[in-house]
């Protein structure tokens, strides 16, 4: 039923169905990965930013509380270090953010916004439109990580 489909800096990220992923905090940063996870719960809670992918809420399971997502399809990297929202527009992709309202965003949040700009945090939902499916990562959560190795 789940399957791990991808992992970061403090959780794995497991596919659910064809519509959910379950993100888990790793157990040697499960400190880290609950407060990423309690952040992006917050932050999506709060603002219902059309540029986030959807919370659900929370999932106990075998392995302990984690985050039901939005599932997204994963974009084309081609070797990018920055989200070019222009290209995936050209594309015909639905683009709810401008680099202006993102920067904005991470500010009012606490969120790095160099990090939030990295193509590994942004997918294409099943309506066609560009999100950020990882945006938990605030100084906190990096006190936390560095604390946890």
């Known amino acids: 039923m789940r399957k791990c489909i991808g992992s970061g800096s403090t959780r794995i990220v497991f596919g659910f169905d064809n519509n959910f992923v379950l ?17 992006e719960y917050s932050i999506y809670m709060r603002t219902k930013a059309s540029v986030l992918a959807k919370v659900d809420g929370w999932l106990e399971t075998e392995l302990g509380k984690g985050l039901l997502m939005e599932r997204l399809q994963p974009i084309e990297q081609e070797n990018r270090t920055r989200i070019d929202f222009s290209y995936f527009q050209q594309q015909g992709i639905r683009v709810c953010v401008t680099e202006e309202q993102l920067q904005l965003f991470a500010e009012q949040n606490g969120l790095s916004f160099n990090d939030l700009l990295s193509p590994i ?5 099943k309506d066609g439109a560009l999100k950020l499916f990882d ?3 605030t100084a906190e959560v990096c006190r936390l990580y560095q604390w946890g190795k």
């Not at 905090?25 to 609950?34: C, E, F, H, I, T």
Request: net charge positive; hydrophobic share 30%; no cysteine.
């Open 23 to 39: 993100k888990m905090p790793k157990r040697n940063q499960k400190v880290a990965g609950d407060a990423q996870n309690r952040n």
């Open 121 to 125: 945090h942004w997918g294409i939902s």
């Open 135 to 137: 945006y938990g990562w």
